[in-house]
């Protein structure tokens, strides 16, 4: 089950420009038809409050994780950094690496894959062509096996392109859905209904300092992440 941890303990990152948050699975990015409340608005609260801004709190979202996926969300508190970030993700000079659990193993323990996705908005979800189509989005990954458990195993993942669901998608297509993704051809849910995908790491050039800023996430807590974790920490020693 995942961990509830307040929000200030799950900030992985603040300055003037930027502040980034480990999303939990349960969360949402942005408001949606649901009511509940955004990770966006809960995060202005906590400005507000930290700082005691007297009037409304800027904060600017520069990409999105789907709800019942974990792991790194950077926000701009400028304008100045919400456009430049946005140029950034444009030109995918943000490098995004997220960690996927599996049941099967993928077959090869490494590679590339390119497919075409069409997204279904009405079912809100993308299906996976082999050749390009008038309303296909190309979709491009890097996988890597990491580790194995007795039932499952761990990718880490590099996504060079970033389109809807296309992680999800992509290895489904490959036999691979990730834990607990009914959507995507997963027999069972998670306790918690999230899916077993979380975005790891980013690394990126700060919008204003130019520093090479590289930021990493650990996953919720729950048996099967801290067993990979364990297995990634031990495998790098």
Sequence with gaps: MSDKLPLKERILFEDNHLIVVNKLPSEIVQGDKTGDEPLSEALKHYLKEKYQKPGNVFLGVIHRLDRPVSGIVVFAKTGKALSRMNELVKQRDMQKTYWAVVKDRPPQTEGKLTHFLIRDQKKNKSFVSKMPRADSKEAILIYKLIASGERYHLLDINLLTGRHHQIRAQLAAIGCPVKGDLKYGFPRSNP????????????FVHPVKKEKLEITANPPHDALWDYFLKQVALSKK
């Design 192 to 203: 918690d209904a999230s899916i077993s995908l979380h975005a790891r790491k980013v690394a």
